[in-house]
């Protein structure tokens, strides 16, 4: 692969690679210990059979609160929502089948769960903040 910007040191795992799958890679910024810790910037790439960089999409999450920083990424849960739509596209065609459908009630489940502690955050006050 060719070298990757110096923003995205962390390779990330591609769990259960597959003849398709095993083509890309992601790369992950630093933690953030300022936001929570977390990672906000990816580089997805996907190479072609030589290993040559075809295909690149940065991915940003939204780093700080939005009534402070404004819109700047991707909220997990709308990244959730998009994944959902796309899977379920592909349940009313031809390639309907067991698998799609399990993996978009786990990630609709995973979705209620982002929801839930938005509610509690926004029950106490603190949601849209950096504070626990």
Excluded at 15 to 40: L, T, V
Excluded at 75 to 84: F, G, R, Y
Excluded at 98 to 113: K, V, Y
């Amino acid at each position: 692969m060719e070298s990757l910007p110096t923003k995205y040191p962390n390779p990330v795992r591609i769990p259960f690679p597959n003849e398709i799958s095993k083509h890309y890679g992601i790369q992950a910024c630093e933690n953030n210990p300022d936001a929570g810790n977390g990672r906000h910037h990816y580089l997805i790439t996907a190479t072609d059979p030589n290993g040559k960089v075809d295909f690149v999409l940065p991915l940003d999450f939204q780093k700080g609160p939005l009534p402070q920083v404004g819109h700047n990424g991707i909220l997990s849960n709308v990244l959730l929502t998009l994944l959902i739509d796309h899977l379920k596209s592909f349940q009313t065609g031809p390639y309907a089948n067991r698998e799609t459908a399990c993996a978009i009630t786990n990630l609709e489940q995973a979705l209620h769960w982002m929801a839930a502690r938005a509610e509690e955050r926004e029950a106490r006050g603190v949601l849209g903040q950096h504070t626990k």
